[in-house]
């Protein structure tokens, strides 16, 4: 097994530091932007405006709920019948923006709920209005309090970029590497290990720089 | 029980506060339904609303199909979960262990399993295993992988329940002369369990989604038999549209009943 793995990485080194580097940028590309729409999402949640609410719980219970495969499939293959063409990587990354911003609306909102009443009465009495509140007072605190559940959510969201293997990329992650290379040649399961050792790899990185910042930010009620 | 932020925030709104808002909540409801009919439009214009992509949908034959399917993802998805529950519970039990023989291998077994995507243990038992002459069944290609990666997560909800029992209830059974075995079983265990029940219940959530890799190892579920539908009455984005929702629905439902075992009991 070990001499698998030395040939293996000899001849696909390079091959393997790409469709490490790729899924890293799957997943910076996906997060951000998701975390940013998901607190958006949560922010307009709170506005006493009946018809958004609805809208908005309903996108998030979506995207919640629906499996990001079956979402990227209807990307690729579905929404090209609708005359809207959308490039494979752009694809993937859509996807998981909208899965993430749903699950951080959703985190978020018990961030929000952490927050003591007696802070948004403060801040009312001192004369802010109810946005600016929510803009300065509710979202920090909710912000620090859900680090932890983010921290699973990009370990799985970096997970989850193995699913661009479903999409002809002419680029190729992880998963789509060990499929190409388990279909081409007999070194499966030296890929295999290589590739799963990656991704180990980076969730623990993930959770260990997870944890450092929520030691450093969290707020101790 | 204290009211909700939103009331504090938005609690008293002056007259002109509860008109703005009318205002813009009209505003909000002419956008959305603009959305919805922009949306509309381009179905229409781009044929998507031709009765012949649609019809078969009031074929009974059509919605039996679609429920094999998912009869597939709902079998397929059970015996993951049942394994993924009594296998995350050996897990549990050798990462709590004291001797480091057992300890380490399941510290090791757990982080590899938890940290390795689902699909990429599918196209091991697809794609790698077979090479080595281990032929499994469709079926099992697609639910083993996802009952050893559930495995692994529910192992860790399990570890968290466990550690959330406060230690006294160990100590007073201790003293009380019961077998380390008992303590678990009858004292800590299923106190454990009540912690952690809607949080075994969300998981099943995540099994549901990663059936969907079952046309990967072309096994019968609900997104398998949805291709062969698309290939039979070249109707893509309804039949799409259709699954899509089915899966919300059954997930929505599965997360409702979550919360609902996690609501706080009086």
């Known amino acids: ?221 | 029980m204290s009211r909700s932020l939103e009331d504090t925030l938005f609690g008293a709104p002056s007259p002109r506060a509860r008109t703005i808002t009318q205002v813009v909540s009209v505003i909000a409801a002419g956008l959305l339904l603009l959305l919805a009919a922009g949306i509309a439009y381009r179905f229409h214009s781009a044929g998507q609303l031709e009765g012949r992509l649609w019809q078969f949908f009031a074929w009974p034959t059509t919605w039996a199909f679609l429920a094999k399917g998912l009869l597939g993802t709902l079998q397929s998805a059970a015996m993951g979960a049942a394994i993924a529950l009594a296998l995350g519970l050996v897990m549990m039990a050798g990462r709590l262990a004291r001797p480091r023989i057992l300890r380490w291998p399941s510290i090791a077994a757990i982080e590899f399993l938890r940290g390795t995507p689902t699909l990429l243990l599918i196209y091991l038992c697809f794609l790698v295993l077979p090479s080595a002459g281990i032929k499994l069944s469709t079926y099992w290609m697609l639910t083993l992988p996802i009952a050893l990666s559930t495995a692994a997560v529910v192992a860790e909800v399990y570890r968290a329940g466990v550690l959330a029992v406060p230690r006294g209830q160990t100590e007073a059974a201790r003293s009380l002369g019961l077998t380390e075995t008992q303590v678990f079983f009858t004292i800590v265990f299923p106190q454990a369990l009540r912690y952690i029940v809607p949080a075994l219940v969300a998981q099943l959530v995540i099994v549901v989604k990663d059936t969907t890799f079952g046309y990967v190892v072309t096994y019968g579920e609900l997104m398998q038999n949805a291709k062969v539908l698309i290939a039979n009455y070249h109707s893509l984005v309804p039949v799409y549209l259709v699954v899509a929702a089915v899966y919300c629905l059954v997930n929505y439902g599965i997360s409702r009943a979550s919360r609902w075992l996690g609501r706080p009991v009086h």
């Open chain 1, 1 to 221: 097994m070990g001499d698998n793995i030395s040939r293996l990485l000899a001849d696909h080194g390079p091959a393997f530091w790409q469709a490490l580097l790729l899924t890293w940028k799957l997943t910076a590309l996906s997060f951000v932007p998701g975390v940013v729409l998901g607190a958006a999402v949560a922010a307009l949640r709170l506005f006493p405006l009946p018809p958004l609410r609805g809208f908005l719980t309903f996108y998030v219970e979506v995207f919640r709920n629906i499996p990001s495969v079956a979402l990227l499939i209807f990307i690729v293959f579905a929404l090209p019948d609708l005359e809207f063409v959308i490039d494979y990587e752009p694809s993937v990354v859509l996807t998981l923006i909208l899965v993430c911003s749903a699950f951080t609306a959703d985190y978020l909102r018990s961030g929000i709920n952490t927050i003591p009443s007696g802070q948004i009465e403060a801040a009312l009495s001192l004369g802010m209005r109810p946005a600016r509140i929510i803009y300065s007072v509710v979202l920090p605190q909710a912000l620090r309090s859900v680090v932890q559940p983010m921290t699973s959510l990009l370990i799985a969201l970096m997970l989850s970029t193995s699913l661009a293997s479903q999409v002809p990329m002419p680029g190729r992650e992880l998963t789509a590497l060990v499929s190409k290379l388990a279909n081409d040649s007999a070194a499966g399961m030296a890929a295999f290990a290589v590739a799963a050792a990656m991704y180990v790899a980076t969730g623990l990185l993930i959770a260990w720089a997870g944890a450092a910042l929520d030691k450093k930010v969290r707020i101790l009620r």
